[in-house]
């Protein structure tokens, strides 16, 4: 699935509120790219409640983290990962305290008629079943929280030395989905709830939450937000309307 340029998407949406000033302007909400479809159906759901709708943008948490360090408009920040918020609370870009919102499990991900097993109790077999010459698609390691997740992962089963240059770092989980789906790639390491998106691929293991830290998603506003629908979106989505849809996509609580 490929996503918009999130500065592109960010600015556009912002471009063509301004040119209705005269309606109520939801808020700016950057989240995860793996929040792409559930957070869409919960802005939904908030707007029909007669609120303004939420204008959403997705990306890897590192890059919207960037997009707010360098001044880009927006009101609330939604991460996959706790590192990238703490950078921005560090740095004065949050407002008041952050929630977890909503947690997640690492699973790998092959094409749907793939013949490829996959037994991470063995984990050595990982690296055998690879054809040769193939590489694993995840986010990238070094700043993508999906692909950090899965380096730890594959450093605590012992298999990142053998794999770290078998990987085909993605610019977010959904473009490492991407190439699993488009068969670019015979595994793939994304979200559980990544894989129920996809009738592309199946899950073929559920990598052990014990191997990385928990995936957590902080949720926060930001310090900088203009909007005065900020605060009531950020209480819904804590709330039991938006609980049961997140749910419904496969997320967990915290």
Request: contains cysteine.
């Amino acid at each position: 699935m490929k996503l918009l340029s999130p500065i592109l998407a960010l600015f556009a949406a912002i471009l063509l509120l301004a040119g209705c000033s005269k309606e109520p302007e939801g808020p700016v909400v950057l989240a995860a790219s793996s929040l792409q479809d559930a957070l869409t159906e919960v802005a939904d759901s908030w707007a029909a409640e007669g609120h303004p709708k939420p204008v959403l943008s997705f990306a890897a948490s590192s890059a919207l983290a960037r997009q707010v360090e360098s001044g880009a408009p927006a009101d609330i920040f939604i991460s996959a990962d706790e590192d990238w918020m703490d950078t921005l609370a560090e740095g004065g870009f949050v407002k008041g305290e952050r929630a977890d919102l909503l947690a997640n499990r690492l699973v790998l991900v092959a094409p749907f008629d793939s013949t490829l097993e996959v037994d991470l109790d063995n984990p050595s077999a990982l690296l055998l079943a690879l054809p040769p010459g193939s590489r694993v698609a995840m986010g990238d390691p070094e700043s993508v929280p999906a692909g950090k997740y899965g380096k730890a992962a594959f450093e605590s089963l012992g298999l990142w030395d053998g794999l770290k240059d078998r990987i085909a770092p993605a610019e977010n989980v959904r473009a490492a989905l991407a190439l699993v789906e488009a068969g670019e790639a015979p595994l793939g390491v994304v979200y559980e709830t990544d894989a129920l998106v996809s009738d592309r691929v199946k899950v073929v293991a559920t990598v052990p939450p014990e191997s990385h830290p928990p995936i957590l998603y902080p949720a926060a506003l930001l310090a900088a937000s203009p909007s005065d629908e900020a605060q009531g979106f950020y209480t819904f989505l804590s709330g039991d309307k938006a609980r049961a849809i997140f749910t419904r996509h496969g997320f967990r609580r915290p």
